[in-house]
């Protein structure tokens, strides 16, 4: 974890943010920006720059409030540089001016907030005041899980916790929708395999037509000449899955050694490709075998 700050929204309404004493004027105009409490620690998490001045003024009090602009409100209520005697007037009192915030950072509320210290104010009234972590990648989810069971043993649901996305659940969501479009498409191009070794297979029976009708001849049983063409068929396919499976994964431990993961592959997924093959092979050659095993042997002969 890289650090922790502190922030919490006063409302402008109330602290009523203004360049000259209330009441100096009959028609003040109305600050519309926002009003913080934050430790330096925050800033410095969120990326944000302060100029002419130093953010490690808002964990001291040193006795009263003091004020650092972002550059929209420094406009806003004509402050242009820090210095002696630059005050602002928050809940009616001069808070003096000890810095602006020239790049907000990764929190662009505070390119127009007034942003005042710690401990500047006593707490009267319940204030939501939250704590911002930042962490290493992948971590955020983790310690969101532990920080209610650290803070607050007893009652963790007294503890919100937000944070970014979780990787894992993305993770796990890409994961599954990757592992379901390669099914699909696996499937799809396993149909096309069949379809194209049945064709194939189907073409090499009525080229064989003489060697079936001299089998037929010869006493062959149209049950064993249907097996035939079926065990064809599963040799056929087991070569094309196993030559499949060594291919597919050449394939997946040179992107692997290419990317610099550690390939895990399960011991049995060469069977797969050689089972599949034999199934897809097989079931090709069911429509061949079945014309091949019904042929009529005098009609083979004529043609």
């Not at 720059?49 to 130093?54: A, E, K, L, P, Q």
């Not at 409100?73 to 540089?81: D, E, F, M, N, S």
Request: aromatic share 6%; net charge positive.
């Amino acid at each position: 974890m890289h650090g922790a700050g502190v922030v919490a929204e006063l409302s402008a309404s109330v602290v009523k943010p203004s360049t000259f004493r209330p009441g100096s004027f009959p028609e003040q105009p109305v600050f519309n920006g926002a009003v913080r409490v934050v430790d330096s620690a925050y800033l410095r998490l969120q990326g944000a720059s302060v100029t002419h001045g130093d953010p490690a003024l808002l964990d001291q009090s040193f006795g009263g409030p003091v004020a650092i602009l972002g550059k929209e409100a420094a406009r806003q209520l004509g402050v242009g540089k820090p210095g002696p005697g630059v005050v602002v007037w928050l809940y009616g009192h001069p808070v003096p001016v000890v810095g602006l915030i020239g790049d907000p950072g990764r929190d662009p509320i505070l390119a127009g907030a007034v942003v005042v210290g710690v401990g500047s104010y006593a707490v009267k009234d319940r204030m939501a005041a939250s704590v911002v972590l930042r962490t290493d990648p992948g971590m955020p989810a983790a310690i969101a899980e532990a920080l209610p069971k650290a803070l607050s043993p007893a009652e963790t649901g007294a503890v919100k916790v937000q944070t970014v996305a979780d990787l894992r659940e993305l993770k796990q969501g890409i994961n599954s929708d990757l592992g379901r479009l390669v099914a699909i498409v696996s499937t799809v191009l396993l149909a096309i395999a069949c379809l194209s070794a049945g064709t194939t297979m189907y073409l090499g029976v009525m080229a064989r037509s003489g060697e079936i009708a001299l089998r037929r001849a010869l006493g062959m049983r149209r049950v064993a000449l249907g097996c035939m063409f079926l065990v064809e068929g599963a040799v056929v396919g087991a070569i094309g899955g196993a030559a499949g499976g060594a291919a597919g994964m050449a394939a997946v431990l040179a992107y692997s050694a290419g990317e610099g993961w550690a390939p895990v592959i399960p011991w049995y997924a060469a069977l797969w490709g050689i089972g599949v093959g034999i199934a897809s092979g097989t079931l090709s050659a069911v429509y061949p075998a079945v014309v091949a095993s019904r042929a009529n042997p005098a009609q083979l002969i004529r043609g």
